[in-house]
């Protein structure tokens, strides 16, 4: 709980630790941190609604959609990035928040690159969930404020089954954590090859 303190003249927001370690997540090797940090957060939110629904729903919910749609946007950008990174093709990723564009380019771009045996079944049911949540949030501001520019709301849910919500977004997370999973062992592979290329050149 907070108290009842007003900020003073010599209040500060962002002071450093005296431990001098750097945790905060700043930089492209931050991706899966700060992805992984917004799930973390939108479970955390969840477990928090569960303790009381009827008190913290109209507070909650929309913070925990965002954190998950924030979460998704995230995972595919770090997963699109390191994927071209790791294919020795230019690492790089799209600037936009639609999640389906984002999803489709590195369906196309990517995924060749690492699987052409991929399961098209299961990317296409990825894809259909993704079309879902991009109905309601194409632009990452739906569930971030109350309403639009012209002061109209950004969507018309009046309610939706959290419980549910919760149980195919954690679906979705674990076939994203497969794909980052691919992705760790052509790193893995990738890293072996070029130590077993410079020991080569060694002793040449």
């Keep these: 709980m907070r108290n009842n303190d007003f900020p003073d003249v010599n209040d ?23 992805s992984e940090g917004y799930r973390w ?4 939110i969840y477990d928090k609604i569960k303790e009381s629904e009827q008190f913290y729903k109209p ?3 929309n913070v925990m959609a965002f ?15 390191y ?23 590195y369906v196309i771009d990517v995924i060749p690159l690492i699987n052409t045996n991929y399961d098209k079944k299961i990317f296409s ?17 739906s569930f971030r404020y109350p309403v639009d520019k012209k002061m109209k709301p950004l969507h018309n849910l009046l309610n939706f089954d959290i419980d549910n919500f ?7 997370s674990n076939f994203f954590d497969m794909q980052r999973q691919e992705l760790e062992m052509l790193e893995l592979y990738n890293k072996e090859m070029e130590d077993e290329y410079n020991r080569s050149m060694m002793d040449y």
């Design 12 to 34: 500060q927001l962002f002071i450093p630790e005296m431990n001098n370690n750097k945790w905060a997540s700043s930089g492209i090797e931050s991706f899966f941190k700060l």
């Design 83 to 105: 994927g071209k990174k790791e294919s020795y093709v230019k690492a790089e990723y799209d600037q936009v928040h639609d999640l389906i564009k984002l999803y489709d380019k």
């Design 41 to 44: 957060t939108a479970s955390i």
């Design 67 to 81: 954190c998950y749609r924030q979460f998704l946007e995230l995972r595919i950008k770090e997963l699109t990035y």
């Design 125 to 141: 049911i990825v894809r259909n969930l993704l079309l879902e949540f991009n109905s309601i949030d194409a632009t990452s501001m």
């Design 166 to 172: 919760k149980i195919v977004m954690d679906k979705i």
């Design 59 to 61: 507070f909650m919910v």
